[in-house]
């Protein structure tokens, strides 16, 4: 198959108070009128289901395991496998995974239009801190509830489309994009909670985290040739506001959807997977160009180090 309908379900704030059969409520409204679309591949957000609670600070970490699922899917989610079975088509959303180890995770899945789930990814790039920090307007604790994922950053063939997921700050890091791109992706799916405050004293404004995040996922999707789709959880949670701006992109890095609002939207586009061979050929023919020689650094370093004065 080359071509296809796609879709990202942006989905508004999620408040505290706000059950999970609710959220999925939302979920299935924005599936039902993706089918209507043609739409055979639905992405939603980051943490779907929940609140962005990573906002808050509790002294004994386990008063928020009831943010995390134990078992995907469970009885609160079946009925949107139950759905996308129905109308054939596949899936991918984020929540947080509390593994029968006692390991917490920032976790998105792919799910067949069968209702397997063929892939696990693991969020890698955990922005913010582990402790509460004073002098912070806004905390940002996805250091303290969650480890770092151990997946990497794998790719999966589903419904003749080679699929990969990031999640929320990963979009911003090439490597995410490139350990992907090596594996041919031709969709990568990224859900993300962007606050647009972190920090008063540090604060870049809307307009600057909106365009970094458009430049972040345009880029990705150019320099490994694939399409993209970026999806929000965004607008006011808990008296928090979270950027909008969902976009579908297609190989060349071209916006082919963009969100208009902050609340439920669904955004459609149609994606011709043929059109990711010309820059896997040419300009991103990795094969023929990249130089591993030189990229050493990449993977032997991770700060900084500059040369001595
Ligand atoms: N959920 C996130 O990973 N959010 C980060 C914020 C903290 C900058 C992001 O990269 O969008």
Known sequence: ????????????????????????????????????K???????????????????????????????????????????FDKAKEYGMGFTFGYCELTPEGQHFNTSIIVSPEGEIMLKYRKTHLPGHAEFEEERS????????FLPGDTGFNVVRSQGV?????????????????????????????GYNTPSQNNLSADEGL????????????????QN?????????????????????????????????????????LLVAEADFDKCAFGKSTVFNFAAHRR??????IVSQTGVEEPSE
């Open 38 to 80: 043609g739409v055979k591949f639905l992405a939603y957000p980051e943490m779907t289901l929940t609140t962005f609670f990573p906002r808050f600070y509790v002294e004994d970490r386990a008063e928020f395991d009831h943010w995390f699922e134990k078992e995907m899917p469970n009885a609160a989610v079946q009925p949107l």
């Open 162 to 190: 080679i699929m990969g997921m990031s999640i929320c700050n990963d979009r911003r890091w090439p490597e995410s994009w490139r350990v992907m791109g090596l594996q041919g992706v031709q969709l990568v799916s990224i």
């Open 207 to 222: 307009a600057k985290r909106l365009y970094h995040h458009e430049l972040s996922v345009c880029a990705g999707a150019y």
């Open 1 to 36: 198959m080359t071509k296809m309908m796609i879709g990202a379900a942006q989905i508004g704030g999620i408040q505290k108070a706000e059950t999970r059969e609710e959220v999925v409520a939302r979920m299935i409204a924005l599936m039902d009128e993706a089918a209507a």
């Open 225 to 265: 040739s694939t399409y993209a789709m970026a999806v929000a959880k965004c607008g006011t949670e808990d008296g928090n506001h979270m950027i909008g701006g969902s976009i579908i992109v297609d190989p060349d890095g071209f916006v082919i959807a963009k969100a208009e609002g902050e609340g439920d939207e």
């Open 292 to 297: 591993t020689e030189h990229y050493g650094r």
């Open 138 to 145: 806004h905390q940002h604790l996805e250091k303290r509830y």
